[in-house]
């Protein structure tokens, strides 16, 4: 650190190392990233779920209803596992208790079931759920 004697009691300001000059300093309130993340800036999170969360229109059973793209992939995921998609059943299974608090009692799935087996819980969720229960 130096010292600039003949200045140091005066009040006058030296221009150097971590002392700009006054001119080109930052005003009270000014960002020192004018030009950074635009306000309302949305992360990919967000755009996932606005998409999710989006409306589309189906046919079932002859009448178009409105459903969110999420009961969409739900409806399309329970699907392929009642054909006998192995992917889809896994991951059914794997989700196993989730889906059992959402649908209440009903045949309990596991691993050593069948495929036709674990179709047949599934198919009577479904039903279950067309009852409005």
């Known amino acids: 650190m130096?010292?600039?004697s003949s200045k140091q009691g005066s009040g006058s300001y030296e221009v150097g190392r971590g002392r700009p000059p006054r001119a080109t300093r930052w005003?009270?309130?000014q960002s020192g990233n004018p030009k950074g993340r635009p306000k309302g800036a949305k992360s990919l999170s967000?755009?996932?779920?606005e998409a999710l969360d989006r409306t589309i229109a189906i046919q079932e059973r002859?009448?178009?209803r409105k459903i969110?793209?999420?009961e969409a992939i739900a409806i399309t995921l329970v699907k392929r596992a009642l054909q006998g998609d192995p992917k889809a059943l896994s991951y059914l299974l794997a989700h196993d208790s989730e889906i059992m608090e959402?649908?209440?009692p009903i045949k309990r799935l596991n691993m050593t079931m069948s495929v036709q087996e674990a179709s047949?819980?599934?198919a009577e969720m479904?039903?279950?759920d067309g009852q409005g229960h």
């Open 126 to 128: 479904l039903r279950r």
């Open 2 to 4: 130096r010292k600039n």
């Open 27 to 29: 005003r009270p309130g």
């Open 46 to 49: 967000r755009h996932l779920k």
């Open 102 to 104: 959402m649908t209440g």
């Open 120 to 122: 047949e819980a599934y």
């Open 68 to 70: 969110t793209t999420r």
């Open 62 to 64: 002859g009448k178009t």
